[in-house]
T-cell receptor, first 114, second 111 residues
């Protein structure tokens, strides 16, 4: 068990709605990264937060946004949901941005958009 | 096409058999990671390879990096049901793409 938790486990939303996914990082980890994993694919990097500031972003539109809080929790917000947003969303925490291989992943939130 | 390709896409083996999963990159590999994922769980880090020719083992899992071929292989000896899952390779990129992942190889081990 990595100590990284995510909520909710599963979520069903309708196209056009907004969703907030939550992640609780391992204590002491200042960096959190979010990934989107479509069925049968590897995870794709959405963005990373380091000490409450965005520290890099993948190829995702602005309707994907995030927040990181001082208590090692973070959020991923997605506005105007589209059918293609259906995926497993993973967060991963690490001590520093450079320690990619030392990322500890949460179990994920499975989002279904109908 | 994806930057990291994995083969095979899926694998079903009898318990006790050996197996190999390959990961091929379209770009030069400077570092490669192997992860395992089970349904309902996040990715579990297995090992990281940084130098060409480097080989690492963890229990019955061995991974090797062939930098010239831009390829890595993951070999499981005497497979067990506990080895079942999705194996993902990942490569470090200097850009903010961070880790690029392959599509994964689904492994089933039949008792």
């Amino acid at each position: 068990e990595t100590g990284v938790t995510q909520s909710p486990t599963h979520l069903i939303k309708t196209r056009g709605q907004q969703v907030t996914l939550r992640c609780s990082s391992q204590s002491g980890h200042n960096t959190v990264s979010w990934y989107q994993q479509a069925l049968g694919q590897g995870p794709q990097f959405i963005f990373q937060y380091y000490r409450e500031e965005e520290n890099g972003r993948g190829n995702f539109p602005p309707r994907f946004s995030g927040l990181q809080f001082p208590n090692y929790s973070s959020e991923l917000n997605v506005n105007a949901l589209e059918l293609d947003d259906s995926a497993l969303y993973l967060c991963a925490s690490s001590l520093d941005p450079g320690q990619t291989y030392e990322q500890y992943f949460g179990p994920g939130t499975r989002l279904t958009v109908t | 096409s994806q930057e990291l390709e994995q083969s095979p896409q899926s694998l079903i083996v009898q318990e006790g058999k050996n197996l190999t999963i390959n990961c091929t990159s379209s770009k030069t590999l400077y570092g490669l990671y192997w992860y395992k994922q089970k349904y309902g769980e996040g990715l579990i880090f297995l090992m990281m390879l940084q130098k060409g020719g480097e080989e690492k083992s963890h229990e019955k899992i061995t991974a090797k990096l062939d930098e010239k071929k831009q390829q890595s292989s993951l070999h499981i000896t005497a497979s067990q049901p506990s080895h079942a899952g999705i194996y993902l390779c990942g490569a470090d990129r200097a850009s903010y793409d961070k880790v690029i992942f392959g599509p994964g190889t689904s492994l089933s081990v039949i008792p």
